[in-house]
């Protein structure tokens, strides 16, 4: 389909209708906007979450290591892991109460 002409005869260009040019871009409806904030926030909440028990691994790790130097590193990890199941410093344990 051939480019429309102006009144005056001339070819419209893209860059004289483009947003940039005066022209406003539709912004997101309200439906899509609270959709979006709502999964930055739950992103957010997972992302916490996962910092809360690498920080506590972590540290736990390490005091394994000191007391049980014998013991390999997968023992030592599957033994933190279940104390962050049921530990105060879990978010998951903090809803509950």
């Not at 002409?5 to 005066?22: D, H, I, L, P, R």
Request: a positive charge.
């Amino acid at each position: 389909m051939p480019p429309k002409k102006a009144a005056n005869g001339e070819k419209k260009t893209k860059s004289s209708t483009s947003a940039g040019a005066g022209g406003r871009k539709k912004g997101p409806s309200p439906y899509n906007s609270k959709q979006n904030s709502l999964i930055f926030y739950a992103v957010g909440l997972v992302l916490i979450q996962l910092l809360q028990c690498a920080v506590y691994m972590k540290s736990k790790l390490a005091e394994f290591k000191e007391k049980y130097p014998d013991m390999t590193h997968k023992e030592r990890f599957k033994k933190v892991a279940e104390e962050w199941k049921t530990s105060s410093e879990n978010p998951a344990n903090k809803a509950d109460e």
